[in-house]
């Protein structure tokens, strides 16, 4: 069974700082782009920020210059670390990713189960 597994969440307070990751595991043959989506009360679920397989990144204007993305290939894994935490970061986190599955030879795209991470003094 393949599947996303996250940690890293809690509370911190505004202007702190939190480290997520996020690893895959199952019989899989290639993660194409990984990501963090969060999605606050009452709000959609949106993208934070995302990596390619080669390192290309992107971010939610909201969360450029605080937020980093990176991944490392060989252990299947993707963190976010996010810096001058604000209120509004408060959110669930999801991790996502495009996994090509060894048993189907296929591409799924798969959640893991979501991370609280709530800014507040």
């Known amino acids: 069974q393949v599947q996303l597994v996250e940690s890293g969440g809690g509370l911190v307070q505004p202007g702190g700082s939190l480290r997520l990751s996020c690893a895959a595991s199952?019989?899989?043959?290639?993660?194409?782009?990984m990501a963090w989506y969060r999605q606050a009360p009452g709000k959609e679920r949106e993208l934070v920020a995302g990596i390619t397989s080669g390192g290309i990144t992107n971010y939610a204007d909201s969360v450029k210059g605080r937020f980093t993305i990176s991944r490392d290939n060989a252990k299947k894994s993707v963190s976010l670390q996010m810096n001058s935490l604000k209120p509004e970061d408060t959110a669930v986190y999801y991790c996502?990713?495009?996994?090509?599955?060894?048993?189907?030879?296929?591409?799924?795209?798969?959640w893991g189960q979501g991370t609280l991470v709530t800014v507040s003094s």
């Open positions: 199952g019989s899989i043959f290639s993660i194409n782009t």
């Open positions: 996502n990713a495009d996994i090509g599955v060894l048993t189907t030879m296929r591409y799924l795209e798969l």
